[in-house]
């Protein structure tokens, strides 16, 4: 049978010390000291609480904190690093799979080849010029150029994949706190 409605108003209000109030919540009374320096807890006399308002702070501090204070609930915040350490794990993933490059490893492979390319560019005249000194003929001389030049592009069109994987590191850099 439910008690009266007058009665657990009356148990609501009721006020209890540290102590009981340790018993009644389960924990000890140092630990309810501790929650009510943490304003989590309100006292209404010296080492007195109301009993009521007393264990709902003390469930809405258990199950994370009351949202409408402007302080990141706890299973917020669990949820949210889970989250994190779950995408984190997909790039791992990916770039172990070879979908994903990691910037450091895209930049030393792409300098690479551009270094590649600007060297045979450079060598260009070189190379050219020994058969040029004879070419008279200006529509000769295009050709050999254009087919020197393409045959420097080339390098760049030789994409490789696996260049971006022999280059990657296979593990992640330890992040400093």
């Not at 770039?95 to 030393?108: F, I, N, P, Q, S």
């Not at 070419?135 to 393409?150: G, N």
Request: proline share 4%.
């Amino acid at each position: 049978m439910a008690k009266p409605k007058k009665q657990s108003a009356q148990l609501a209000e009721q006020e209890v010390s540290t102590s009981e109030l340790a018993v009644i919540i389960g924990k000890t009374p140092q630990w309810i000291r501790q929650l009510t320096r943490d304003k989590v807890l309100q006292l209404v006399g010296r080492g007195k609480y109301v009993l009521g308002d007393a264990v709902q702070a003390y469930i809405e501090h258990a199950s994370g904190g009351a949202t409408e204070d402007n302080r990141p609930r706890l299973n917020d915040e669990r949820a949210q690093l889970t989250q994190i350490k779950r995408q984190m794990a997909e790039l791992d993933l990916a770039v172990m799979r070879g979908e994903l490059h990691r910037a450091e490893d895209v930049k030393e492979v792409m300098s690479d080849m551009l270094i590649s390319l600007r060297s045979r560019l450079l060598g260009l005249p070189t190379k050219i010029s020994p058969r040029a000194v004879h070419v008279q003929d200006l529509a000769v001389m295009t050709d050999m150029l254009t087919e020197e030049i393409r045959s420097c592009l080339m390098t760049l069109s030789d994409y490789d994949p696996g260049s971006f994987k022999a280059g990657a590191s296979d593990e992640r850099k330890p992040e400093e706190d």
